[in-house]
Nanobody
Framework: QVQLVESGGGLVQAGGSLRLSCAAS????????MGWYRQAPGKQRELVAR??????????DFVKGRFTISRDNAKNTESLVDLQMNSLKPEDTAVYYC?????????WGQGNQVTVSS
């Protein structure tokens, strides 16, 4: 089992920055990759950024050059993944979810609201 606890998010003006953090605990040794997804009202959940155990990153086109995902596996019992969000736009407003992949098993965080005002 893996548990995810998110922090960060909030309200920011367009052009500002926010940082999301996610701490994974439990069977972190079984995690293959971690990432961030988002879901805006009336829309499907979509991938924002993803990072594998080897450090390979993947970004959605709409955040390339603005968002940066990073991961810290220094502790055997915990894995941390952050999402630094810069140059935020009103269309980035959504609930952001942390995700951990263990093969086909996906674990989700509780979700954090990010609101960008124009």
């Amino acid at each position: 089992q893996v548990q995810l606890v998110e922090s960060g998010g909030g309200l920011v003006q367009a052009g500002g920055s926010l940082r999301l953090s996610c701490a994974a605990s439990g069977s972190v040794f079984s995690i293959n990759a971690m990432g961030w997804y988002r879901q805006a009202p009336g829309k499907q959940r979509e991938l924002v950024a993803r990072i594998t155990n080897s450090g390979r990153t993947e970004y959605a086109d709409f955040v390339k050059g603005r968002f940066t995902i990073s991961r810290d596996n220094a502790k055997n019992t915990e894995s941390l993944v952050d999402l630094q969000m810069n140059s935020l736009k009103p269309e980035d407003t959504a609930v952001y979810y942390c995700n951990a992949e263990r093969g086909r098993i996906l674990t989700w965080g509780q979700g954090n609201q990010v609101t960008v005002s124009s």
